[in-house]
């Protein structure tokens, strides 16, 4: 079971970048997904979540409003879409999949994680 997480990268204050999390070893329209992330010298925080069908969704309120969350099951994939980039939004983002479907801010929930992928926002 593998979940490939990528995207990231460096943007400019105001600007925007899509994660894509692929997953191989299962299949993603079974689980409800979450994305989150980890700044430099603090703990790992919950940012989006989705249910296993997409129709409920599930955002942590700094990025409510800027990022959507997404899920593609015939590619087997699940996005981030993150506009209005903030410095504070520098991180490594990690997606995770949840086979109870609870979409949860919880990581306790999450049975797989990626490996993450960075993102840099500059001022």
């Known amino acids: 079971v593998q979940l490939q997480a990528c995207g990231g990268g460096l943007v400019q204050a105001g600007g925007s970048l899509r994660l894509s999390c692929a997953a191989s070893g299962l299949t993603l329209r079974n689980y409800a997904m979450g994305w989150f992330r980890q700044a430099p010298g603090k703990e790992r925080e919950f940012v989006a979540a989705?249910?296993?069908?997409?129709?409920?969704?599930y955002y942590a309120d700094s990025v409510k409003g800027r990022f959507t969350i997404s899920r593609d099951d015939a590619k087997n994939t699940v996005y981030l879409q993150m506009n209005s980039l903030k410095p504070e939004d520098t991180a490594v983002y990690y997606c995770a999949a949840d086979a109870a479907a609870t979409v949860s801010r919880f990581e306790y929930y999450y049975n797989y994680w990626g490996q993450g992928t960075l993102v840099t926002v500059s001022s």
């Open positions: 989705i249910n296993w069908s997409g129709g409920v969704t």
